[in-house]
């Protein structure tokens, strides 16, 4: 299961003795953005940890980069270089051999991504 509950996320912010920054005015906007950027940087010291697996880790920022995505889209429209970030987050599941392309489609479904692409 990703990383996508919000209170988890409060949890591992302060696990990892970090704070959310204010880069959006948008709130959803500013979450989705500061979970993402959380889980991306600080992968391996959450694996470290012990609670969640590397798979839980990226589906999290998949999950968390998507949102992230919709919800910028939605305020400032498309932007080809960070749809180019959400594949590389597909081909870092794909190093570790955990792409499952139905967990991928569900997470934009619930997102109401795939209604939304091109």
Do not use: H
């Amino acid at each position: 299961m990703p990383l996508k509950s919000p209170e988890l996320m409060a949890e591992l912010f302060t696990l990892l003795n970090r704070t959310p920054t204010l880069v959006y005015q948008n709130a959803e906007l500013n979450e989705a953005f500061n979970n993402a950027i959380l889980l991306e940087e600080n992968e391996q010291a959450i694996a470290a940890a012990g609670q969640y697996s590397i798979r839980e880790i990226l589906y999290g920022r998949y999950y968390w980069y998507t949102k992230f995505l919709c919800c910028y889209e939605a305020a400032y429209g498309k932007d080809a270089g960070m749809e180019q970030a959400q594949f590389k987050i597909i081909e870092a599941m794909d190093y570790e051999g955990i792409v499952d392309c139905g967990i991928l489609e569900s997470i934009e479904r619930e997102l109401g991504r795939d209604t939304q692409k091109r």
